[in-house]
């Protein structure tokens, strides 16, 4: 800590002297940048801000006057305080000192009994000169820390932590709209650093000192470092509650905000193409809130309101399922995921709904929305997914996606739960002909649901595999073709005729060629069901291979 006029008062050498304070007693706490031994009258051109003053008071005698021009001068070029040594030896200049001190802004000091005043300035001088070197250390070892953070190419959340470990306090990170990206709780709980956090946040900017080192917001002070480059800055770092007496803290603590800001510059130039630093939060606590040991119930809502998540009755699992389409390499699907999070913020923002939304596994983006009330699950979903559809048709890379609702959970550890579900039936809902549903549930893909948990079951391949043998030892793609056709017109030839599928001829001669090959009548009922069933095991294994 920076030294002050009452650690000064506190040494050895001083307590010697009997030191009494005459005024400013509780300005003792100003730091003390060096001390000054003069006698002379007028000593502004000498100071510059933060001395004190070590004098015997010839200066200005026995004259109250004289003494309460001396100390105002001192108050004018920002002395820290005075120390006057008067001896019992000198009432008549002890009382022009107290009378002229009762009206000083500044600490004054009698010492009753002669010290060496060059005793004093020796230890002072080095103690203060140790603090400098202190900060230097201090400096260079945060500079160090973060430098090696950027060529690491760290996390964003593990830059937050060790910013964090090193004030011994904790640290957030929010974005441009006060959202909570990373945080580092340190010795305060979860659930109380970022309780309401955006009003909070918004009252501190709202104080009109955002520029400023301290931000006054309510009976706390925040310290806060903006983090971007000039006027592309997308965020801040934020330590609440640090209190505003404590200066030299606060000039620490600034100085490792700075540095973690720099480092997180740097850390967003180089993740620029990767995914944006809000959904990589959401996706964190998406991932814990599906974990076993995930946070309870009331952190989690804390955590996901602090990340734009409204407190809602009820919270509903959805999963968005991609089509793979011509582009399956990674890279083409990572781009697909992030332009369909970007589109589906856009339009939860233009319903005026919240969610926590990320691509939690390749093709799936899972979302847990907001519900407002239980009765309008089916407007919100109809309304979001109605507009999405639109908006990724008419994207310059159209989007081809399905979407799979699990059951609404008034908890939002349970509802994260209920995200397996919804995935399975977006996925099994992929291989089904849409029309105009825009969203599917468990009872909407039925058997499709059943075999689509069965196809990788090596009974349930070898089944499909018997049952279409006779076709697929062949290569003949258009029988399997014909097949389905047939089986999605439940067998009816006249309806699969009507179609356009072909003249009515041909088509009953290759339906015929088809029968042979199977060696089953397409008449049974019970063999249609089972070519169905083949049928639908080998699409759904088909799209579990492309995904």
């Not at 003390?32 to 051109?45: F, G, I, K, S």
């Not at 003494?67 to 820290?80: K, P, R, V």
């Not at 907001?370 to 997914?385: H, M």
Request: hydrophobic share 45%.
């Amino acid at each position: 800590m920076m030294l002050t006029v009452a650690a000064v008062l506190d040494l050895d050498v001083m307590r010697a002297g009997e030191p009494e304070v005459l005024a400013g007693r509780e300005l003792l706490e100003r730091p003390v940048r060096w001390v000054h031994v003069a006698e002379l009258r007028n000593l502004a051109d000498l100071l510059e801000g933060g001395e004190l003053v070590l004098t015997t008071g010839l200066a200005f005698g026995d004259s109250a006057a004289a003494a309460a021009d001396y100390l105002a001068g001192l108050e004018a070029a920002g002395a820290a305080g005075v120390i006057v040594e008067l001896t019992r030896d000198r009432p008549a200049d002890a009382a022009a000192l107290t009378t002229a001190a009762a009206g000083a802004r500044l600490p004054v000091i009698r010492l009753h009994r002669r010290i060496r005043f060059v005793e004093v300035t020796e230890v002072v001088h080095r103690r203060i000169v140790a603090r400098q070197f202190e900060q230097v250390a201090r400096a260079r070892e945060v500079h160090e820390v973060f430098t090696m953070l950027s060529l690491q190419s760290a996390g964003v959340q593990e830059i937050v932590d060790r910013a964090a470990q090193l004030l011994d306090s904790p640290v957030v990170l929010e974005d441009s709209s006060h959202l909570v990206v990373a945080f580092a709780p340190g010795p305060v709980p979860s659930k109380d650093l970022l309780r309401d956090w955006q009003r909070r946040s918004r009252a501190v900017h709202r104080s009109g000192l955002a520029e400023e080192n301290f931000s006054a917001a309510a009976d706390a002070a925040w310290l806060q470092a903006p983090v971007g480059l000039g006027s592309q800055r997308w965020g801040r770092l934020v330590i609440p509650g640090l209190p505003v007496a404590s200066e030299a803290a606060a000039a620490e603590a600034s100085m490792v905000l700075e540095r973690a800001g720099q480092a997180l510059s740097i850390n967003r130039l180089a993740e620029r193409d990767q995914a944006g630093l809000s959904q990589q939060a959401q996706a964190g606590l998406i991932h814990e809130l599906r974990s076993p040991r995930g946070p309870d119930e009331a952190e989690a809502r804390t955590r996901a309101e602090a990340l734009g998540l409204k407190p809602s009755p009820a919270y509903l699992p959805l999963v968005l399922h991609l089509e793979a389409g011509a582009g399956q390499d990674p890279m083409s699907m990572q781009r697909k995921e992030r332009a369909l999070l970007e589109m589906l913020d856009s339009v939860l923002s233009s319903t005026r709904n919240t969610a926590l939304a990320a691509a939690v596994q390749t093709g799936q983006v899972a979302v847990l929305l907001a519900l407002p009330a239980r009765l309008l699950e089916d407007s919100v979903l109809e309304r979001i997914c109605g507009v999405l559809a639109e908006r990724s048709a008419e994207a310059a890379e159209p989007l081809t996606w399905t979407a799979g609702a699990g059951r609404a959970r008034s908890a939002l550890s349970d509802a994260a739960a209920g995200l397996d579900e919804a995935a399975h039936v977006a996925q099994t809902a992929g291989t089904l002909s849409a029309g105009t549903r825009r969203y599917f549930r468990s009872a909407d893909v039925r058997l499709r649901g059943l075999l689509a948990l069965l196809r990788e079951d090596p009974r349930a391949v070898t089944f499909a595999d018997t049952e279409l043998r006779g076709i697929l030892e062949e290569g003949a793609g258009e029988d399997l073709a014909l097949l389905q056709k047939f089986l999605e017109c439940g067998g009816n030839k006249t309806e699969l005729a009507r179609r356009g599928y072909l003249s009515r001829p041909t088509l009953y001669a290759r339906l015929e060629r088809l029968e042979a090959r199977l060696g089953v009548s397409l008449e049974d009922p019970e063999s249609r069901t089972s070519l169905h069933v083949a049928v639908l095991l080998r699409q759904l294994r088909s799209l579990s291979a492309a995904g």
